[in-house]
């Protein structure tokens, strides 16, 4: 099939901005795009006789088909889906449920002799559908069942029948395999537009003849055209054109557009399927598709065009398919007749010429080796500084002419386009790079709108590109200013992935670090020494180049480097050089509240800000911030100037209404945070998290040699082991000492990333085993230690020191046993069997963690 490629900012943008106004598009499914089966899937999905799937679009042509689908698609192609609707209900197949979505298709398939139950009357709607079997079925729907019975009947019968008629081509197979949604697609589509056969002859002579009908014409009443688009709405071929925005001209013909696709087919000869509407007999147009063979087209960008030649007895286009291999440049022969179109209208051969953006698409529309029509598609780039919607004027950049764009200006139409959706002027935003296309006579703009950007350093240029990042990018011929080895910022690309604008102050890097120290390092060479810690928890000692670019000022020596940074400590982003010094710092920018996503920036200092666990938010009198999983948390104890006691941390750190002092920096316009700075915090364990129960603790060292310790403990009903990140973390206070944790001891903790704990809470010691408590920790939170008077299934009594009994619900609670007695200590994971009511010659108690009044844990001490 001939593939009609979409031309870059719509070579014939008039047609495109009648078609957006007019039309919403049934897009074809993605998965068969490029495939032997596009066209088949097109018409299908038009006909909603083959549609793509309903949550994905997918259309999934190598899916086998099964034997409900085939049973719809059959009926679909018939035009009875007003009959299945219903139809619906109880089938004569025992196998099917009364309520299965096919079952009105399959009724009527049924009752039509397309479809006949198995050996066992079942029907089997989810199995598979053999090649033979759906070929016999679209036989049948076309009347050639006769035929098929006296060549031998199923299979081979049918299988003749079907390639003598032109069913199976283009659809290979063998009888038992199963047959792929897009093998059928491409079947039914041929099936459409073969003759049927009837039965001309009753009674005594009875006779079958092909006669002059197909399901398309006849059953599903739309009729196959082919012939040449020549208007689309106010755009034609031939001159203005007196069509309505919602018509089309194909032929000599004038249809209704409908929801048609016309943005791209003016010209071309196409496959037009054409519906009559059966009260009004009004004609409107379902699908077009350019015809296979009858279609030759090029589309060649502007800086690809090498010569237009454009003379009384010469008319050609001479242009490069790939500068950087071929080594001359092709020509295309022009028509001396050929039809010109600019912008969407209309032109002359003074409008065929060398243009410095966009494109010029020639059609050879009678295959004749010479183009005969030429669309010339001159586009404009504008670069939004400003986007005043209550004027509907947008200013450029670099002093275009301002464009007002009024949706109620009767004299001008326009679209404007960003992806896959249309927007309004009051949707465009500071650096959007608009390619604008307008008619000749200033009626018509289609606008599209890319906001794709590049950040980085130019590495490289040449004649043709600047590359930045290793890629390389064309220059739009908007941008005014020479783009220069070393420039570095922020560059904005076109929709044709042109650079059309630089903004050289803004690149922002996130390579953070926390500038603990600064001072001139030692030796001949006047450079920095830095210590930095970085945002993967590194402490590293970096020297600068001996020129360095502190905030976008180049050439600095140290001592106008150290100027410009400071000396204080703070956080910034750096780069380092191919050698591994540092070529660039930036410091990051007060904004006192503000939001600038395009600079390093510092935007809130929160003090006691309450941590919102619910929201992710951060929240204070002066402000509030959220916290997500890309959040990078530096803690940095206040006092501290050690890189040792820093930590880098993520959303985790931050437990449920506890206070942090914090500063914000690349804060987001969705109010996010990208780095935190924690100065201090109130955090201790999250009340949240699952009790460990300690069965003993070690000490160890860790990789570095720093002594620290080990605690074997019970959690979540399983054994753990996990270390602390310093010595003296599992300890408690006892007699007015601090002692290691004990057996017994019910502790929650903090972690930081390394998974190392560093801080616990206490919920029970087990030094008072004797003494029975109720601690109400917060609102969620409350922790219960006393006897069981009774148990029930799944649940059992507490009372607290002889005070009010309460019950509670065992559910999903984790159960642990501890065991006190002196000759057989241990710490184990139990069950409810567990749990016995107190007596006094073996006494038990129990502890209860309830949290959002729901039992947690249940911990047995004996």
């Known amino acids: 099939m001939f593939k009609f490629k979409r031309l870059i900012s719509g070579a014939i943008s008039l047609v495109m901005i009648v078609a957006m106004m007019t039309t919403a598009f049934a897009a074809i499914p993605n998965d068969v795009i490029g495939t032997d089966y596009e066209e088949a899937a097109q018409v299908l999905g038009v006909l909603d006789i083959m549609v793509g799937d309903k949550d994905t679009g997918s259309f999934r042509p190598d899916d086998t088909i099964i034997r409900s689908e085939a049973a719809r698609v059959a009926i679909s192609a018939l035009g009875l889906q007003d009959i299945a609707s219903v139809s619906s209900g109880k089938t004569k197949y025992p196998d099917m449920p009364a309520n299965h979505w096919a079952n009105g298709y399959i009724n009527v398939a049924t009752d039509q002799g397309l479809v006949i139950g198995d050996d066992l009357g079942n029907f089997r709607p ?135 696709d016309v943005r791209e087919i003016l010209g071309f000869n196409v496959d037009a399927y054409i519906e009559k509407d059966s009260k009004t007999s009004e004609k409107t147009l379902l699908l077009a598709i350019p015809v296979e063979g009858n279609n030759e087209s090029i589309t060649v960008d502007s800086d690809d065009i090498e010569e237009v030649i454009n003379t009384e007895s010469s008319k ?4 490069w398919v790939n500068k950087d291999t071929d080594k001359t440049a092709k020509k295309a022969t022009i028509a001396l007749d050929a039809k010109i179109m600019y912008n969407g209208k209309a032109g002359t051969f003074e409008d065929f010429k060398a243009i410095s953006s966009g494109t010029i698409t020639l059609l050879d529309s009678n295959t004749n080796g010479d183009y005969d029509i030429v669309f010339v598609n001159e586009t404009l780039n504008y670069v939004v500084e400003e986007a005043i919607s209550s004027t509907h004027k947008i200013v450029d950049k670099y002093g275009q002419k301002t464009l007002v764009l009024d949706p109620e200006d ?53 004649d043709e590109k600047v590359y930045i990042g290793g890629e390389g990018y064309k220059v739009a011929s908007n941008y005014p200013n020479t783009i220069n080895l070393n420039d570095e910022g922020t560059f904005y690309l076109d929709v044709q992935g042109k650079i059309a604008a630089v903004d050289a102050e803004s690149r922002v890097s996130t390579n953070y670090a926390y500038l603990n120290n600064i001072e001139k390092a ?30 976008n000022k180049s050439g600095l020596s140290a001592d106008e480097a150290l100027k410009e940074i400071g000396s204080n400590p703070k ?107 924690v100065t201090n915090s109130t955090g201790e364990a999250d009340e949240s998290s ?136 241990n710490v184990t994971v139990g069950d409810a069997g567990d749990i016995q009511k107190f007596d006094d010659l073996d006494p038990e108690r129990v502890f209860v963690r309830v949290y959002k009044d729901e039992v947690k844990e249940i911990v047995i001490i004996k």
């Open 410 to 462: 009767t004299n001008i139409s326009f679209t404007i386009e960003k992806g896959s959706e249309f927007i309004e002027v009051a949707d465009l935003e500071e650096w959007d790079i608009l390619t604008v296309t307008q008619s000749k006579d200033g009626a018509f703009f289609h606008i599209e709108v890319s906001n794709e950007k590049v950040s980085g350093i130019v590495e490289e240029k040449d």
């Open 571 to 677: 956080l910034i982003t750096y780069e380092l050089n191919s050698d591994g010094f540092i070529s660039k710092v930036t410091t990051a920018k007060n904004l006192d509240g503000g939001i600038d996503e395009d600079i390093f920036s510092k935007n809130l200092t929160l003090s006691g800000a309450v941590y919102k666990s619910a929201s992710g938010k951060l929240v204070s009198s002066s402000g509030s911030v959220t916290v997500t999983d890309e959040t990078i948390v530096f803690d940095i104890p206040q006092g501290k100037d050690d890189t040792n006691d820093y930590s880098i941390r993520d959303k985790k750190f931050f437990v449920n209404d506890d206070e942090y002092d914090v500063a914000v920096y690349d804060m987001k316009e969705d109010l996010s945070a990208s780095v935190i700075i």
């Open 126 to 260: 989810n199995d598979e559908i053999s090649y033979a079997e759906m070929i016999t079925i679209m036989v049948r729907a076309l009347g050639y069942e006769p035929m098929a019975l006296s060549k031998g009947g199923y299979p081979t019968g049918y299988l003749v029948t079907a390639s003598n008629i032109g069913l199976t081509n283009k659809v290979p197979g063998s009888g038992n395999e199963g047959i792929t949604r897009g093998k059928v697609a491409q079947l039914v589509f041929n099936a459409l537009t073969i003759n049927l056969m009837e039965q001309v002859g009753f009674g005594n002579d009875v006779n079958y003849e092909v006669v002059d009908k197909t399901l398309l014409y006849d059953n599903l009443k739309v009729e196959k055209i082919t012939a040449q688009v020549m208007a689309v709405g106010a755009s034609s071929i031939n001159g203005d054109s007196n069509l309505k925005d919602s018509q089309i001209q194909i032929g000599e013909k004038i249809y209704n557009i409908g929801k048609a």
């Open 522 to 551: 030692a030796g001949i060479n006047k450079v920095l020494e830095l210590e930095l810690f970085t945002k993967d928890g590194e402490t590293k000692l970096l020297k600068t180049a001996t020129k360095i670019k502190v905030n």
């Open 316 to 319: 050609a286009l001479r242009y």
């Open 690 to 825: 699952s009790i460990a129960v300690v069965d003993k603790i070690t000490k160890t060292q860790n990789s570095d040699g720093l002594d620290i310790e080990k605690l074997y403990a019970v959690q979540n009903g399983k054994e753990i082991t996990i270390s602390t990140s310093e010595s003296g973390v599992l300890v408690k206070q006892k007699d007015g000492k601090t002692v290691s944790l004990e057996q017994g001891d019910i502790i929650q903790y903090k972690t930081n990333v390394k998974g190392e704990i560093e801080k616990i809470t206490l919920l029970f010691d087990i030094s008072n085993k004797e003494t029975e408590s109720t601690n109400t920790v917060s609102d969620d939170l409350q922790t219960y230690y006393g006897k069981v008077t009774k148990k029930f299934t799944g649940s059992f009594n507490l009372q607290v020191n002889d005070g009010e009994v309460m019950n509670f619900a065992i559910g999903n609670a984790d159960i642990y046993y501890v065991n006190t007695k002196a000759n057989n200590k």
